[in-house]
């Protein structure tokens, strides 16, 4: 429910509202706990609503089973009914509304009667007790208290707040993957592409691909400033039109005031270079400019230092972990820091790994738990599971983990055995495996 009550002590507080910090909440609220979600913006949805991409990504192993089977369904339905994980070409490529993804989430977190939600609510203060976290104040000068935490930010903002550790970009010198504004456009003339059926995996790539040409073109004249080397861009819902996320601006650190504004100024003068580029094509000469996405698409922000680090390594190598909360099928996705356009590198073999509960707590905290992007891995590891199906999975873990551990009572999240968590997930229909 949507509200500002008087109380403002929880079982529960979730702080970010994005898609992590939503299914960690509306998951300790679905296990019994009073549980607050509060969110600095003034709607919840985060990157997905609000700077998206369209793309459902991978959610699927290698042998076509779903390895998110939780919360993550219960908004992308349609994906999970007409698409099994494939790219052949005849496969439909599996987009989302935006607009639609927020109302799901708006329904979702209505629907839970323990579960309070603050927005405009921007923390200011975080009050520890030795190696817990009992307090956070906000901006309009709000209060409130919990035995448990979940920092269900893009960039770690609770745990940095509260002093624990943390790492940002890639090792050599910190920078992070580029930032990219997306925007889309209706009114395709699908009669003049070489391929018409764009909701089709073959059809979007031969669009990239009679793009592409155009974009090199606009680069070689120096007519923008956009980092990538090819065009990318998938189908809008309908099928008329495309979501492109092909714009790229490097040096964007979204825990610097004003980076993030800088950048997107950039991104918005590529978004109209692109356009001017691509309306060269016959198909898209009568293209309108539906919408450019309010915010930008930030990759990447603060990684908090858990009990584990999850790897690059680990994730490319299938990685099985005893203490496993959450699995995710997603390919490392590393879009350079450096421009170009970055490399993509699919999870061999059963095409999925481990997400373990130790990357979940935060090392330097006995009960702040971290349910989104931000948990504990490294810079490639992270590539991988920031996007929506691992950021989901992540949230659903470490909410259900929180409310566990605040009716035991426990005094420190690594009392919480792991065998608790799967089985509660388990019993929530998420996808487990001891």
């Keep these: 429910m949507f509200a500002d009550p008087a109380a403002s002590t929880f079982d529960v507080i979730v702080i970010g509202a994005g898609a992590g910090g939503i299914c960690a909440a509306v998951a300790a609220a679905r296990s019994g706990a009073r549980t607050l979600l509060a969110e600095r913006g003034s709607s919840v949805g985060g990157t997905g609503v609000h700077a998206p991409v369209g793309l459902v990504c991978q959610f699927y192993a290698r042998d076509g089973r779903p390895v998110n089977t939780g919360i993550h369904r ?140 155009l974009f090199a073109e606009l680069k070689a004249a120096g007519g923008t400033t956009n980092l990538r080397r090819s065009v990318l861009c998938f189908p809008t819902v309908d099928g008329q039109g495309a979501l492109f996320n092909s714009t790229a601006v490097a040096r964007v650190d979204p825990t610097v005031p004003g980076s993030v504004e800088v950048g997107r100024a950039e991104a918005e003068r590529q978004v109209h270079e692109l356009l001017s580029a691509v309306r060269r094509h016959p198909a898209m000469a009568g293209v309108a400019l539906d919408s450019i996405a309010p915010w930008l698409g930030v990759r990447e922000g603060r990684r908090i230092i858990g009990d584990h680090v999850l790897t690059g390594d680990e994730c490319l190598g299938e990685a099985r972990f005893a203490d496993m909360v959450a699995a995710c099928a997603y390919s490392v996705d590393i879009h350079d820091p450096d421009g170009s356009d970055g490399r993509m590198t699919e999870i061999p073999g059963s095409g999925y790994y481990h997400i373990p509960w130790r990357s979940l707590i935060a090392a330097d905290l006995d009960n702040l738990l971290l349910g989104s992007r931000c948990m504990s891995g490294d810079f490639i590891a992270h590539s991988s599971y920031r996007v929506i199906s691992g950021v989901t999975a992540i949230g659903q873990a470490a909410g259900t983990a929180a409310a566990l551990a605040s009716t035991g009572g426990l005094p420190d999240a690594r009392v919480l055995p792991a065998a608790a968590i799967q089985s509660a997930l388990h019993t929530a229909g998420q996808f487990v495996e001891a």
């Excluded at 009050?127 to 309009?140: L, Q, S, Y």
């Excluded at 889309?184 to 089709?200: A, E, N």
């Design 74 to 213: 219960e908004l992308f339905t349609e994906a999970y009914d007409s698409w099994h994980g494939t790219f052949a070409d005849t496969d439909p490529v599996p987009v989302y509304d935006e607009a639609v993804l927020a109302a799901r989430y708006r329904r979702l977190v209505a629907a839970e009667p323990q579960l309070t939600v603050w927005t405009d609510a921007r923390m200011t203060a975080v009050e520890r007790d030795g190696r817990r976290i009992i307090a956070v104040a906000f901006a309009d000068g709000r209060r409130a208290s919990s035995a448990w935490w979940v920092d269900g930010t893009a960039d770690g903002e609770l745990g940095a707040l509260a002093g624990a550790r943390f790492a940002k970009g890639r090792p050599s010198d910190g920078r992070m993957m580029t930032a990219t504004l997306t925007f889309r456009v209706s009114g395709i003339r699908l009669d003049l592409l070489r391929r018409p059926d764009i909701r089709t995996w073959g059809g979007i790539r031969s669009l990239r691909k009679e793009l592409t040409p």
